[in-house]
């Protein structure tokens, strides 16, 4: 997943310490987000958008390739369109 953490961070000029700090998670963990490593759940990423009040999609998108294998993945006759479940 994609993410503007990065940029939003900066532009505030936090280290990646103090973003830790204000989210209570390790610098590491931050670092791991930045680097697309690491998706948040969706407890750290409520908390990360209260601390840039924005929304989540303002600060996390998909991969353009992790929606087209999706899209790809519900086309086969074995994917989740052939079962009628939904991801």
């Not at 997943?1 to 000029?13: G, S």
């Amino acid at each position: 997943m994609r993410n503007r953490l990065r940029t939003l961070r900066a532009e505030r000029r936090w280290s990646q310490a103090d973003l830790a700090d204000r989210c209570q998670v390790s610098r590491q963990t931050i670092n791991a987000i930045e680097t697309e490593r690491y998706d948040p759940g969706l407890p750290l990423a409520f908390t990360l958008a209260g601390i840039f009040e924005l929304t989540i999609e303002e600060i996390f998108f998909p991969d353009r390739a992790d929606r087209a294998d999706r899209a790809d993945r519900a086309d086969r006759p074995d994917g989740p369109a052939a079962s009628g479940t939904r991801r």
